[in-house]
């Protein structure tokens, strides 16, 4: 099982950024993105079934938009509207459909800068 993320980079306040993660192995059920800003727990960003339900962190909303292509097993995230405050560590995140269990990607930085 591997995830693949791609898409990070510096980019200033007010700006876009697309992360993509390119899953394979297995079957996938919900698939997502998490951050880890420095000094901090790393958290939920978004996450996506693979039926098209969305669930967003409150910080977010409005701003990011999460996508999937079930056919390819690759999850998107669009970035608008970029705030330094969105600077991190950006995983991709993803759980077996069968196995249940969660597998992660190595993770891209996203440097917003003000």
């Known amino acids: 099982v591997q995830l693949v993320e791609s898409g990070g980079g510096l980019v200033q306040a007010g700006g876009s950024l697309r992360l993509s993660c390119a899953a394979s192995?297995?079957?996938?059920?919900?698939m997502g993105w998490y951050r880890q800003a420095p000094g901090k727990q790393r958290e939920l960003v978004a996450t996506i079934t693979n039926g098209g339900s969305t669930n967003y962190a409150d910080s977010v909303k409005g701003r990011f938009t999460i996508s999937r292509d079930n056919a390819k097993n690759t999850v998107h995230l669009q970035m608008d509207s970029l705030k330094p405050e969105d600077t991190a560590v950006y995983f991709c995140n993803a759980k077996g459909s069968y196995n249940g269990i969660t597998y992660w990607g190595k993770g891209t930085l996203i440097t917003v800068s003000s």
């Open positions: 192995g297995i079957i996938f059920s919900t």
